[in-house]
Nanobody, 124 residues
Framework: QVQLVESGGGLVQAGGSLRLSCAASGRIFRGYAMGWFRQAPGKEREFVAGISGSGRSQSYADSVKGRFTISRDDAKNTMYLQMNSLKPEDTAIYYC?????????????????WGQGTQVTVSS
């Protein structure tokens, strides 16, 4: 059974940093693209960042470019999202996801496996 577990969320002041982790189990994800999405109250789930199966390519939403960094450690079957210079508008539940292809996609429907989410709250 495939399982993705996010951790690292919490409450932080504007300008602060958090590092999210996504631990995968149940299968090997080496070679498959992974992504981070977020969903704020009353809004649709949106793409935040993605990383290719090789780890050599990354993609970011314009709203987080230059502030967030996605990475992966296939030896640990874990993906990370380093979030710096956080803003109140970054407040959301953050989800990690994996798809069955090796290139980055940005739509919710293109991902096959999802975690349960971790809350990130940024106070002003």
């Amino acid at each position: 059974q495939v399982q993705l577990v996010e951790s690292g969320g919490g409450l932080v002041q504007a300008g602060g940093s958090l590092r999210l982790s996504c631990a995968a189990s149940g299968r090997i994800f080496r070679g498959y693209a992974m992504g981070w999405f977020r969903q704020a109250p009353g809004k649709e789930r949106e793409f935040v960042a993605g990383i290719s199966g090789s780890g050599r390519s990354q993609s970011y939403a314009d709203s987080v470019k230059g502030r967030f960094t996605i990475s992966r450690d296939d030896a640990k079957n874990t993906m990370y999202l380093q979030m710096n210079s956080l803003k109140p508008e970054d407040t959301a539940i953050y989800y990690c996801a994996v798809n069955d292809i090796n290139y980055i996609t940005t739509t919710v429907a293109s991902y096959d496996y999802w975690g349960q989410g971790t809350q990130v709250t940024v106070s002003s």
